[in-house]
């Protein structure tokens, strides 16, 4: 697997006097013709480490590469310390990308779901549930899974702006 861009973006609180809900987003793929952006993991800091903490780790080991860079875990977490300290607010999400809820009524979780899938109006076709979520509607990203994320980006928005920010390569690992 191949990461080429990866963007952190900064919403509102789950609760009331906590922290902000983080989004943590990937483009990655086999090749540079055949990518995809996805949500890799959403919460607060500490959510966003573990899945950090594994991809660094696959990253040694060759199981997912940077174009142009070999990369230890060090510089692979360096990376990621520094767009977490700088998230883009959540606003430029919908401006960069078309989000959808998409949620089968075979996963494993549906149950815990469906009184929302119903609250909120999802689009039923055949045994998938769909919503397309709006700036307005943010909270959806927060109630339902990662796995039913779908981001599709605008074509308009040149992602590059954003997102080209080189590995920087460290000899000692600090996270703090």
Known sequence: MIEYNSIIFEGKPRYENSETEKYLLVNEGESEDNTKWKVLTKGWDY????????????????EITIPGSTISIENYISKYKKLIKKPIGISKLFDLFTIFIVIEEEHKDFKYYKDDVEKYGFTKDSTTYRQEVRREEEYLLIIFPVSAIRLFIKEDQPLNVLIDQPIEHTDQLSLF
Do not use: F, Q
């Open 47 to 62: 959510n966003l480490w573990c899945e950090i903490g594994e991809r660094a780790g696959r990253a040694e080991a060759r």
